[in-house]
């Protein structure tokens, strides 16, 4: 059964947009302002049964009880249609609320070759681009803006309103399992290329045709003790022994001036700086004092997903990442982010506790007020109140179009990085081609495909960076530990090569050790996803090697352990350097 409705002034047009903004806060209840307080997750499915993601509450119960109309879609979807058709009945469902006021559907990065619950989603029915470790390898603005046009049409195009990325933190160490989707080590590049990210989402001027950007992770998510990832216990510390704290701010500066709308911080808690020993999101000293006050940023901050409340993820316990404050009550945590000057709490779906804080007067009112005019005031500007549905044809025939297909495989190429050569690249038409890691039907248009290293005039082997199995499912998403790749692995590439000249391409999304097979390979390419096709046009000659590396490529772990997490190009004499990449 639908709310009873009410008059809507807030709906006319003429009106500034603070003055609609005013308009609808005069009209609401506590209730409904405590709801646009929780940005959670969603997965497509029925609006009347339990969402799929984590048994979560029904699609009606999220929007009718608790208020609630910002959601992180989670999970694919086999065409932009279907997904066009689940947004638009989720905005009928607003619409037949007291208020009608609109959903705002966020969403991790999804046009990459990566797929991990916690950060990013496969492309699916998406153009498919390298991921942000390749475009910064292409060191080329109009690409990386042209990628975010395409995928803001992308977006639009099925009601995906809100990016939750860039993600502009500096990948200083090395081990770091989150930096495959930042723009490498260097602080320029990263702030530039983080400019032409916003720009291609958020389009010439902010509207109805923009996506949102929340740029992340405030104020700098790399410099993490031992290289371990804040999403758990054992990553929680933030540690700054080269002191290089403000370097790790000039990506968000440029990310500032390019206009981001709304900002994430990170997980991690700072250790040894001059700011509180507490989660960035819990942070007063970071979230006030810097962002609000010294940058002057008056746009949406939402925490990372899941700061408050214990979960269950994959059937294991999942605590939440309340690092320095894991004393604090689910109620003293949250009463802590208000008052650092958060607006959002990502990842949480409990109304229920921040109306507790008010009716027990430990949250006025008015500091409600102060977020619900921000978050209203995006909605908005988005023009989400104005037309909040999606053409469902237009979303089958924008979603995957040729052209954006034939843009992301050409970044693809662009981004595949040559590390060495010995004479053996570009391979001339009808070699005989041993693959691993390559399917043999998509080989063979290169070449004649063999069984064995002994038949071949060349092999080619695709590898993953290495990184160490961890105790659960989820933890294994996140690639940590060690960069040395098994003595299996090693041993197996050595026979191959002793056999015939030998390709050995690898998967970097983190920066591997590559010390033992480049003594052996007679070439050596990373790329940060890339087809089969791609890799084999840029290997034949058919495009162009045009990459060159966005990290220094460490040259043993000793090195790595050595080196100061928060500096960059810290490791001992590299392997090869950032900027490397030959030319074929």
């Known amino acids: ?68 109309t910002h959601f992180n879609l989670l999970g694919g979807a086999p065409s932009g249609r279907e997904i066009a058709a689940w947004h638009n009945a989720l905005q009928r469902l607003a619409a037949s609320t007291r208020l009608g006021i609109p959903v705002t559907l966020s969403t991790d990065p999804r046009h990459s070759f990566s797929e991990n619950p916690g950060a990013s989603i ?3 029915p998406f153009s498919q681009w390298p991921e942000t470790l390749g475009l910064a390898a292409t060191r080329d603005e109009e690409l990386v803006e042209r990628f975010a046009d395409i995928a803001r049409q992308e977006y639009t195009a099925v009601g995906l309103r809100v ?50 950007t929340m740029t992340k992770h405030f104020p700098g998510g790399g410099p993490q003790k031992d290289g371990e990832d804040p999403h758990f216990p054992y990553g929680r510390e933030q540690v700054y022994p080269g002191g290089e704290f403000e370097l790790h701010l000039k990506p968000f500066e440029d990310a500032l001036a ?13 250790v040894g700086t001059e700011y509180e020993e507490v989660g960035f999101g819990f942070n007063k000293s970071v979230i006030t004092g810097l962002l609000r006050e010294r940058y002057g940023f008056d746009g949406l901050v939402c925490t990372d997903w899941g700061l408050i409340s214990d979960s269950e993820i ?76 999606v053409d469902e044809d237009a979303a089958d025939e924008i979603v995957g179009r040729a052209d954006f297909r034939a843009a992301g495989e050409e970044a693809q190429r662009a981004s595949i990085t040559v590390l060495a050569n010995d004479d053996v690249l570009p391979f001339p038409p009808g070699r005989k081609l041993y693959v691993e890691g390559i399917d043999a039907d998509v080989a063979a248009a290169f070449g004649q495909v063999v069984d064995t290293p002994a038949e071949a005039d060349l092999a080619i082997l695709r590898l993953q960076a290495p990184f160490e199995e961890r105790a659960t499912m989820f933890e294994n998403f ?3 530990g060690s960069l040395e790749f098994s003595e299996a692995v090693i041993a197996h590439v050595r026979e191959v090569a002793a056999a015939v000249p030998t390709v050995v391409d690898v998967l970097a999304d ?46 043993s772990m000793a090195a790595v352990e050595a080196s100061r997490p928060d500096v960059p190009f810290d490791t001992a004499d590299p392997l090869f350097r950032f900027g490397h990449g030959l030319a074929l």
């Open 122 to 124: 496969l492309a699916g």
């Open 163 to 212: 990016a939750l990325h860039p993600q502009v933190d500096l990948a200083t160490e090395p081990r770091w399992a989150r930096q495959t989707a930042t723009f490498g080590e260097d602080a320029e590049l990263a702030g530039r290329l983080g400019a032409a990210y916003i720009r291609g989402f958020q389009g010439e001027s902010f509207g109805p045709g923009s996506v949102s």
């Open 478 to 480: 996140f690639h940590a």
């Open 1 to 68: 059964m639908t709310e009873t409705t009410i008059a809507r002034p807030w709906l006319d047009t003429d009106l500034s947009v603070d003055e609609r903004v005013q308009l609808l806060l005069d009209a609401m209840t506590i209730e409904e302002k405590a709801g646009l307080f929780f940005h959670t997750m969603i997965a497509i499915g029925d609006l009347e049964e339990p969402n799929p993601v984590f048994a979560t509450p029904s699609a009606r119960e999220f929007l009718e009880s608790k208020r609630m």
């Open 258 to 270: 390019a206009g981001t709308r709304q900002m994430m911080p990170y997980y991690g808690m700072p």
């Open 314 to 389: 994959f059937g294991q316990p999942f605590p939440a990442r309340a690092w320095g404050v894991e004393d604090l009550t689910p109620r003293e945590r949250m009463k802590k982010v208000l008052d650092a000057g958060v607006d959002q709490f990502g990842g949480e779906a409990n109304p229920e506790l921040l109306l507790e804080l008010i009716a027990d007067g430990e949250v006025p009112e008015e500091r409600l007020d102060i977020s619900a005019r921000r978050i209203l005031r995006e909605k908005f500007e988005l023009g989400l109140f104005d037309d909040p549905f």
């Open 510 to 555: 983190r920066p591997p050790i590559l010390t033992p097979i480049a003594g052996v390979a007679a070439a050596l390419t990373v790329n940060w996803g890339a087809s089969a096709p791609a890799l084999l046009d840029v290997l034949s000659g058919a495009s162009p090697a045009r990459g060159a590396l966005p990290f220094d490529l460490p040259r």
